[in-house]
């Protein structure tokens, strides 16, 4: 069992930068794939970003590459999304969750999801 506690999200500006934290408690921290994931009003859950056990492999939706980073901190059970060059397409509750298997994807492979954390970007 693992819980996550999504922050940082807020009301931005476009071509503005925000970053997000999400802390992990239970299982231990290193075990697991992180991923971030975004769900604006009336639209499906979508990848956002997914980073490897220690670091060494990430993934970006076509979205977001070149924009948004993807970073973790076992020693702190946080993982961290820098955010910048935002758009109003990234507005959106911005969530993070874990799997155990590299190369998914999909909402539906993961797990542990938080409350989210609102993130706003004004034009």
């Known amino acids: 069992q693992v819980q996550l506690v999504e922050s940082g999200g807020g009301l931005v500006q476009a071509g503005g930068s925000l970053r997000l934290s999400c802390a992990a408690s239970?299982?231990?921290?290193?075990?697991?794939?992180m991923g971030w994931f975004r769900q604006a009003p009336g639209k499906e859950r979508e990848f956002v970003a997914a980073?490897?056990?220690?670091?060494?492999?990430?993934n970006y939706a076509d979205s977001v590459k070149g924009r948004f980073t993807i970073s973790r901190d076992n020693a702190k059970n946080t993982v961290y999304l820098q955010m910048s060059s935002l758009k109003s397409e990234d507005t959106a509750s911005y969530y993070c969750a874990t799997n155990t298997r590299w190369g998914l994807w999909m909402p539906d492979t993961y797990n542990g999801w938080g409350q989210g954390t609102q993130v706003t970007v004004s034009s």
């Open positions: 980073i490897s056990y220690y670091g060494g492999r990430t």
């Open positions: 239970g299982r231990t921290f290193s075990n697991y794939i």
